[in-house]
């Protein structure tokens, strides 16, 4: 059978889509070593005209700007970067950037690990003349220990002196320059020992070639680190399936059903697809033949496979463990729930934490700053210092000296005398390399994104999508939760319990009334409308014409149903529509609140015409939900816009006191009460509806289901993908537990920073007569990045509870 694929000219024509006033560009970009790159590449990008705003972040290596539409070419973006240093490209929509990322990173770390066994062999041949008393005698050669000096910064150190070289030339000197500079000035004052013996300077050969040695290590495990941090987000992406069988409309074959295998990406809406068991589901689409067992872990963390049978829905990604399956295609390509959720997760990790702008903004001052604190050093010990511990100062130069009496160097270098002569300019020097090779902006720079990446990242494996680092840092300090009831702390789907006319006419029964309300209803998706409209379905009731439907959300709804108006909502909705209450309606109202139904008022024209109670059932784990809220210091807060009755009976099930029940509260009045909350607290709120949307969003932190709607998911900071309620705990614990990291992370940064670079100048010399070589220096330096890395890597320890 011969499948005709649809081409641009054979859609339907559709609607013009109002453009947007931005667009969204991401750019994948290389050559970025460290925080003043990062400031580097930002400035560049915010100078572009059109470009509205810019984030950079340097552990995933990408780019994401906000422009004007139509106005930014990324191609123009991606070469302009390219030309100053840092190799970039566009990111396409298609998902082929994925396997080309990923080919680029994995070239990185096998580039690093070739460079360092270059160095690392310079290194063993360096440290075996350095310090072996054994032949043979060529390796205690000066002019050999010059020949590795010049291999190592000819080859695996020629990256570092270039980049560091480009830093320089665009006005914004990194890791690489620092480290470039103090290698260049150990050579060159090697150099000038070495050619000119009468001088006596002392040769120090080894140093360029250790400190090599170090920063490449500390870069290789460094990216090792790196790769390890983002494994989950990584995986998330290899959830994206790769291909799809193509089938025909199965109702109109005739002669069987024939596949053919299509990229994913190329499916349409409304195209059919056959999944064999064990295969991933191409796309989001819904069951037209078959059942099955399908396994949604990836996405929602929930380990129990679930049944799928004809008219259910299914998420691409998903695995199809057990029958085959006919689907047709409902959302493809970036509409998809998997595509949702990996931009969702990838914005994320965009945003910064504001714990890191003091570090952003030392960052752009930091190697300037350095250089400075260097030239200071040199000018203090060589002006002052050697002059004030004179035998301080000759005593750790002579140490110097005597760990390398055993090389053959130019003539008079090791006289004592020549030594004691310049070891002012020997020591001074030595410091102010040090400097130059302990300070490390790497460290800075990969404290936030690379827990926010780990953070986040796996997040999304447990089926909890936090927003940002700026969410992560909210959630820190919360310090109340507060819950709306239907469909929060309820299951959402409510069924009608009792249906009362309360009317004086004889000919309107039960069966009248809830075909009425149930004809109103269609014009809303809320739960309490599905309950009713169920209740007419399940009673097979021939539901009346209605139009002009009107809906107040959290309030009611309105319809002309025959002629009539008929009304459906709140008691205070209904009276404020002119409606009277009766007093017997009242008297019941109260009693089916008390026994925990939500009362739904009916009118018909200027008439109160009747009651229908629904009732929800409490989630399982709502219980257990509150009170580790509870255990874990916060304050839990009903609101809800039912009666108070019936708010009551549900807060006393989840152990709430009276107090923390807030109820009859409009949806429109929901985001009032939270403000008046956040006088003394911080909020987090947690709802699934329209009506909750306006105080998702004026809370603190906004949290909500994934069978919410859209603009509640759209509000809120924190989706959770399995429904699970209990998954609010693990979503702020795993939000506290993320942004311990990042502060963890900062504070090490900043502390290794200011701890090092005095030591590495000398401020012990004096009184312990210790000094940091540039040796050493190196070693701490590659230290600082790796062990920040590693600190985010702890959170993969996580265990949600």
């Given at each position: 059978?011969?499948?005709?694929?649809?081409?641009?000219?054979?859609?339907?024509?559709?609607?013009?889509?109002?453009?947007?006033?931005?667009?969204?560009?991401?750019?994948?970009?290389?050559?970025?070593?460290?925080?003043?790159?990062?400031?580097?590449?930002?400035?560049?990008?915010?100078?572009?005209?059109?470009?509205?705003?810019?984030?950079?972040?340097?552990?995933?290596?990408?780019?994401?700007?906000?422009?004007?539409?139509?106005?930014?070419?990324?191609?123009?973006?991606?070469?302009?970067?390219?030309?100053?240093?840092?190799?970039?490209k566009p990111r396409t929509s298609d998902g082929t950037w994925i396997e080309t990322g990923e080919t680029g990173q994995s070239q990185y770390v096998k580039s690093a690990w070739h460079n360092f066994l270059i160095a690392g062999i310079l290194?063993?041949?360096?440290?075996?003349?350095?310090?072996?008393?054994?032949?043979?005698?060529?390796?205690?050669?000066?002019?050999?220990?010059?020949?590795?000096?010049?291999?190592?910064?000819?080859?695996?150190?020629?990256?570092?002196?270039?980049?560091?070289?480009?830093?320089?030339?665009?006005?914004?000197?990194?890791?690489?320059?620092?480290?470039?500079?103090?290698?260049?000035?150990?050579?060159?004052?090697?150099?000038?020992?070495?050619?000119?013996?009468?001088?006596?300077?002392?040769?120090?050969?080894?140093?360029?070639?250790?400190?090599?040695?170090?920063?490449?290590?500390?870069?290789?495990?460094?990216?090792?680190?790196?790769?390890?941090?983002?494994?989950?987000?990584?995986?998330?992406?290899?959830?994206?399936?790769?291909?799809?069988?193509?089938?025909?409309?199965?109702?109109?074959?005739?002669?069987?059903?024939?596949?053919?295998?299509?990229?994913?990406?190329?499916?349409?809406?409304?195209?059919?697809?056959?999944?064999?068991?064990?295969?991933?589901?191409?796309?989001?689409?819904?069951?037209?033949?078959?059942?099955?067992?399908?396994?949604?872990?990836?996405?929602?963390?929930?380990?129990?496979?679930?049944?799928?049978?004809?008219?259910?829905?299914?998420?691409?990604?998903?695995?199809?463990?057990?029958?085959?399956?006919?689907?047709?295609?409902?959302?493809?390509?970036?509409?998809?729930?998997?595509?949702?959720?990996?931009?969702?997760?990838?914005?994320?990790?965009?945003?910064?934490?504001?714990?890191?702008?003091?570090?952003?903004?030392?960052?752009?001052?930091?190697?300037?700053?350095?250089?400075?604190?260097?030239?200071?050093?040199?000018?203090?010990?060589?002006?002052?210092?050697?002059?004030?511990?004179?035998?301080?100062?000759?005593?750790?130069?002579?140490?110097?000296?005597?760990?390398?009496?055993?090389?053959?160097?130019?003539?008079g270098i090791s006289s004592p005398k020549i030594v004691s002569q310049y070891s002012g300019l020997i020591l001074s020097l030595k410091l102010a390399i040090a400097v130059m090779v302990v300070a490390c902006p790497c460290a800075l720079g990969?404290?936030?994104?690379?827990?926010?990446?780990?953070?986040?990242?796996?997040?999304?494996?447990?089926?909890?999508?936090?927003?940002?680092?700026?969410?992560?840092?909210?959630?820190?300090?919360?310090?109340?939760?507060?819950?709306?009831?239907?469909?929060?702390?309820?299951?959402?789907?409510?069924?009608?319990?009792?249906?009362?006319?309360?009317?004086?006419?004889?000919?309107?029964?039960?069966?009248?009334?809830?075909?009425?309300?149930?004809?109103?209803?269609?014009?809303?998706?809320?739960?309490?409308?599905?309950?009713?409209?169920?209740?007419?379905?399940?009673?097979?009731?021939?539901?009346?014409?209605?139009?002009?439907?009107?809906?107040?959300?959290?309030?009611?709804?309105?319809?002309?149903?025959?002629?009539?108006?008929?009304?459906?909502?709140?008691?205070?909705?209904?009276?404020?529509?002119?409606?009277?209450?009766?007093?017997?309606?009242?008297?019941?109202?109260?009693?089916?609140?008390?026994?925990?139904?939500?009362?739904?008022?009916?009118?018909?024209?200027?008439?109160?015409?009747?009651?229908?109670?629904?009732?929800?059932?409490?989630?399982?784990?709502?219980?257990?939900?509150?009170?580790?809220?509870?255990?874990?210091?916060?304050?839990?807060?009903?609101?809800?816009?039912?009666?108070?009755?019936?708010?009551?009976?549900?807060?006393?099930?989840?152990?709430?006191?009276?107090?923390?029940?807030?109820?009859?509260?409009?949806?429109?009045?929901?985001?009032?009460?939270?403000?008046?909350?956040?006088?003394?607290?911080?909020?987090?709120?947690?709802?699934?509806?329209?009506?909750?949307?306006?105080?998702?969003?004026?809370?603190?932190?906004?949290?909500?289901?994934?069978?919410?709607?859209?603009?509640?998911?759209?509000?809120?900071?924190?989706?959770?993908?399995?429904?699970?309620?209990?998954?609010?705990?693990?979503?702020?614990?795993?939000?506290?537990?993320?942004?311990?990291?990042?502060?963890?992370?900062?504070?090490?940064?900043?502390?290794?920073?200011?701890?090092?670079?005095?030591?590495?100048?000398?401020?012990?010399?004096?009184?312990?007569?210790?000094?940091?070589?540039?040796?050493?220096?190196?070693?701490?330096?590659?230290?600082?990045?790796?062990?920040?890395?590693?600190?985010?890597?702890?959170?993969?320890?996580?265990?949600?509870?």
């Open positions: 059978m011969q499948i005709a694929r649809r081409t641009d000219e054979s859609k339907e024509q559709m609607p013009t889509i109002p453009t947007e006033a931005t667009e969204k560009i991401v750019l994948d970009i290389g050559g970025m070593k460290c925080a003043s790159c990062v400031k580097s590449v930002e400035k560049q990008l915010a100078q572009y005209p059109g470009v509205k705003s810019v984030c950079v972040n340097l552990a995933t290596e990408i780019a994401v700007l906000e422009s004007d539409v139509g106005v930014v070419d990324p191609q123009v973006l991606a070469n302009k970067l390219t030309s100053i240093g840092f190799p970039s290194l063993l041949a360096s440290g075996i003349g350095h310090f072996a008393t054994f032949p043979p005698g060529f390796l205690h050669n000066i002019w050999f220990h010059f020949g590795l000096a010049t291999t190592a910064l000819l080859f695996p150190g020629r990256h570092i002196l270039a980049d560091g070289w480009l830093s320089w030339r665009r006005n914004a000197p990194n890791m690489n320059s620092l480290v470039g500079l103090g290698i260049l000035t150990a050579y060159t004052a090697s150099l000038v020992a070495l050619f000119f013996p009468q001088m006596g300077w002392e040769c120090f050969f080894d140093e360029p070639v250790m400190i090599l040695g170090f920063i490449l290590l500390g870069k290789t495990l460094e990216q090792q680190a790196r790769g390890k941090a983002s494994y989950a987000f990584k995986h998330l992406l290899a959830l994206q399936p790769q291909n799809a069988r193509l089938i025909g409309d199965p109702q109109a074959s005739k002669s069987g059903i024939v596949a053919v295998e299509i990229p994913a990406s190329q499916v349409k809406v409304g195209e059919y697809l056959q999944v064999l068991p064990g295969e991933k589901i191409p796309v989001d689409g819904e069951v037209v033949s078959g059942q099955t067992i399908v396994d949604a872990s990836m996405l929602t963390g929930e380990s129990i496979p679930t049944e799928r049978l004809m008219g259910d829905s299914v998420t691409g990604g998903t695995i199809n463990q057990s029958g085959t399956i006919i689907i047709r295609a409902t959302h493809t390509g970036k509409d998809t729930n998997l595509a949702h959720i990996i931009s969702l997760v990838e914005a994320a990790q965009m945003r910064k934490a504001p714990a890191q702008k003091l570090a952003d903004m030392v960052a752009g001052y930091f190697s300037y700053g350095v250089i400075a604190a260097s030239i200071l050093t040199f000018i203090f010990w060589y002006f002052f210092g050697t002059h004030v511990w004179q035998d301080i100062t000759h005593n750790a130069t002579m140490k110097m000296v005597d760990t390398f009496s055993h090389h053959q160097y130019p003539l990969l404290a936030t994104p690379t827990a926010i990446l780990v953070g986040t990242a796996m997040g999304a494996e447990m089926g909890l999508l936090i927003k940002g680092g700026d969410v992560l840092e909210k959630v820190h300090h919360l310090s109340a939760v507060v819950f709306d009831k239907t469909g929060t702390l309820t299951t959402g789907k409510p069924t009608v319990t009792d249906c009362l006319p309360i009317t004086s006419a004889e000919t309107l029964g039960p069966t009248a009334l809830l075909k009425l309300a149930a004809a109103v209803e269609v014009g809303t998706s809320h739960p309490l409308a599905t309950a009713i409209q169920t209740a007419a379905k399940e009673k097979e009731l021939t539901l009346p014409c209605a139009t002009e439907f009107k809906t107040i959300p959290g309030l009611g709804i309105s319809a002309i149903v025959d002629g009539s108006l008929v009304l459906l909502g709140k008691w205070e909705w209904l009276q404020e529509r002119g409606i009277t209450i009766p007093k017997v309606a009242e008297e019941q109202a109260v009693l089916l609140a008390k026994s925990g139904k939500t009362v739904v008022g009916v009118a018909m024209d200027d008439s109160f015409i009747g009651i229908i109670a629904v009732r929800d059932i409490l989630r399982k784990d709502a219980q257990h939900t509150v009170a580790k809220l509870q255990n874990m210091g916060l304050r839990v807060v009903l609101l809800s816009g039912d009666r108070q009755e019936a708010a009551n009976v549900i807060g006393k099930k989840i152990g709430l006191d009276v107090e923390d029940i807030i109820a009859g509260v409009p949806a429109i009045e929901k985001a009032i009460t939270i403000k008046k909350l956040q006088q003394s607290y911080t909020v987090a709120m947690i709802g699934d509806g329209i009506n909750d949307a306006p105080a998702l969003s004026q809370a603190d932190i906004g949290i909500t289901l994934k069978s919410g709607t859209d603009i509640a998911m759209e509000t809120a900071e924190i989706i959770l993908m399995s429904d699970r309620l209990t998954d609010v705990v693990s979503s702020i614990q795993l939000s506290r537990a993320t942004f311990n990291k990042i502060r963890q992370n900062i504070f090490w940064a900043f502390a290794y920073n200011i701890l090092s670079i005095p030591l590495a100048a000398g401020i012990l010399l004096p009184i312990t007569g210790f000094s940091l070589s540039p040796t050493g220096a190196a070693g701490l330096m590659a230290f600082s990045s790796v062990s920040v890395v590693t600190n985010s890597l702890f959170l993969r320890r996580f265990n949600k509870t």
